[in-house]
């Protein structure tokens, strides 16, 4: 079995520990993908004193040169997308027609950041006076803590350090500990690409040990975090008390509504590829379906029907629809949730089992689930579950189906199905969440938008697109003045005196 390495101070090196911990492929407990580092605060120590040095040779590089990076990046990952999806779904589970995407996501975020190289836009001002140049401009941060969730090893990543490395900043890299070979592939590509040794750093372990001690450091000033909403409010109140600059994004609970006058078949694609792709574990997953009146019985028996004849598997293997949850205590959480949703009176229409035969014993499979008569309020409508767990409330008017799902704490997706532009753009407008689709399901999200979540989802920044460019650099002014004399702002009159 293969031992990997941390990427620290240029080398690929032993965690100070001495420790590994085994990388299992959730489809199959029985393979391990590769040990890897179980490392401690002083690897993170060393990755943090070497990204400085690094720091400080990549902030002068300029701009467009790290775009050629990020591009090379970008052909690397193209050359080898189908063995990146191929690693990554040993390792985590989604069907390789995901995995694929995963990757795709990855090459559209390196192309954009190359061509942020050559924006980075600044202002340039009238000032108030005369012969006086007035100017913003964008500058570096320093040493970014990328802290990342297991359900996209690749696409999550780029999304933060493609943009961070674009700006000029030196990354200390922690995958979560379940996709350790997908983060350790990101790296090696970096620096095939030419990026220099110590502007990047990868550091495995736990998120109690290494993630705390980068959110910990004082010589980080910006972390950006994606994974639960409960980790996220740790890494926020360090990163509060320290008043470091900090990008969350968390969970989600999201809803698919589907109106009377909706096109079925096209919301039934929509909520069946929203609910059970990635096996439910997505952040913009649709855990709740919210239907109207007139449509509710007919189109719950389509459903119902399609998510029974799901082909459970190995993601590798052609024919397979839902792929594995990512580990035992995902599975345990979902059990947890399927006994509280029967206890809370719901009506448990397929599903909520484990996945039996053809060796599904070997992986964590759980069969896709649908709970219908969900009262809005019920924890299975409020609390995420991140797996295959559909909760379907039915309301009497689009009015209704707004006030549920706007009724929960989280502010990621949602989606609407219905023939009508004028509720299609009410909905936009009233829609409590980061991201709405109309006529389209909770999941898809494009590279070159900003992506992110309202309320408890998020802290009011965006990944992706042209916004996470202002999360990785600070705003400078210049001001030149070549008037030869003092002037002085708002005191001095340039209007002229009247006579
Ligand atoms: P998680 O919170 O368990 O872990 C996320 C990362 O944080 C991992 O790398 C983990 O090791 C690290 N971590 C754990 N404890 C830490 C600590 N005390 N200090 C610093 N880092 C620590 O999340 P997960 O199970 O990997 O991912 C699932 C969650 O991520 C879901 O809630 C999902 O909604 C969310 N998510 C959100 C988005 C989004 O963009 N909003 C995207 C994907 C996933």
Known sequence: MKTFRNFIAGAWTEPSTGEYF??????????????????????????????????????????????????????????????????????MGKPLTETRGDVQEGIDTAYYAATEGRRLFGHTVPSEMPSKWAMSFRRPIGVCGIITPFNFPLAIPTWKMFPALLCGNACVFKPAEDVPHTGTVLVEILLEAGLPPEVIQLVHGVGETVGKAIVEHPDVPAISFTGSTETGRFVGETCGRMHKRLSLEMGGKNAQIVLDDADLDLALEGVIWGAFGTTGQRCTATSRLILQRGIHDNFLGLLVDRARAMKLGDGRKAGTDVGPLISEAARRKVEHYIDVGQAEGGDLLCGGRRGQGRGLERGHFFEPTIFARVSAGARIEQEEIFGPVLSVVRVSTPEEAFAVNNGVKYGLSSS????????????????????????????????????????????????????????????????????????????????????
């Not at 720091?55 to 591009?71: K, Q, S, Y």
């Not at 299609?424 to 689709?437: H, K």
């Not at 399901?441 to 460019?469: D, S």
């Open 22 to 91: 085994d990388n299992v492929n959730p489809a199959d407990t029985t393979d391990v993908v590769g040990r890897f580092p179980l490392s401690g605060t002083e690897d993170v120590d060393r990755a943090v004193a070497s990204a400085r040095r690094g720091f400080e040779r990549w902030r002068r590089t300029p701009a467009p040169a790290r775009g050629d990076v990020l591009r090379r990046v970008g052909d690397l990952m193209t050359q080898r997308k189908e063995e990146i999806a191929e690693l990554m779904t040993r390792e």
């Open 416 to 499: 609407l199905y219905t023939r009508d532009v004028n509720l299609a753009f009410r909905a936009l407008q009233e829609l409590d969440n980061g991201i709405t689709y109309v006529n389209a399901p909770t999941i898809g999200a494009e590279a070159h938008l900003p992506f992110g979540g309202v309320k408890q989802t998020g802290n009011g920044h965006r990944e992706g697109g042209w916004e996470v460019y202002e999360f990785y650099s600070e705003t400078k002014v210049g001001y030149v003045d070549y008037s030869g004399t003092l002037q002085r702002a708002q005191i001095d009159n340039y209007l002229g005196t009247p006579d």
